[in-house]
């Protein structure tokens, strides 16, 4: 919702700042997958990086841990742009005269952000917080995909 609120002001880049955060939510997701896990693996993209500044490479996809995080990590990546779309649509239909009546009372912008644009966005929020849920229960294919539910089956679902 941060974000939406962002990029609902008027940015130079703020086209190009929306694309690139619904781009995600638009690829196909076991090919996105594949590349995630690609990036995590142990001579991916990310321990590369890490290597040009001189960091050991780090086991992303052999820690149980950090295995779990890579998965959390993509559900978030993929998701934030879908969410922010729909946030920036909620946004646009809030009427401008509920933030200008809000400025004339005297609320600053936290005020009218806590008095006007959440209430405005109730429906979207739980909009948002259904399709999320849906989208957390349908990431085996990402378990799968990703790790395989590995390391030690620490990334296995139940329904796996």
Do not use: K
Not at 17 to 38: E, N, Q, T
Not at 124 to 143: G, K, N, Q, Y
């Amino acid at each position: 919702m941060g974000l939406a609120v962002l990029l609902n002001r008027s940015l130079a880049l703020r086209g190009i700042l929306r694309s690139a955060y619904f781009l995600p939510s638009i690829i196909s997701l076991v090919a996105a997958r594949l590349g995630f896990r690609w990036l995590f693996q142990n001579t991916g993209a990310v321990n590369g990086l890490l290597n040009f500044f001189d960091i050991p490479p780090i086991l992303w996809l052999g820690d149980t841990f950090l295995a779990i995080s890579v998965i959390i990590l993509f559900g978030l990546c993929f998701q934030i742009g879908f969410n922010m779309v729909l946030f920036l649509a909620g946004l646009q239909v809030i009427p401008l005269y509920h933030y200008e009546a809000a400025e004339l009372d005297g609320a600053n912008s936290w005020q009218q952000f806590w008095h006007v644009t959440l209430p405005g966005l109730r429906p979207t929020l739980i909009f948002t917080t259904v399709t999320t849920a849906i989208f957390t229960l349908r990431s085996f294919e990402a378990v799968y995909v990703i790790t395989g539910g590995g390391p030690l089956n620490s990334t296995n679902l139940l329904v796996s």
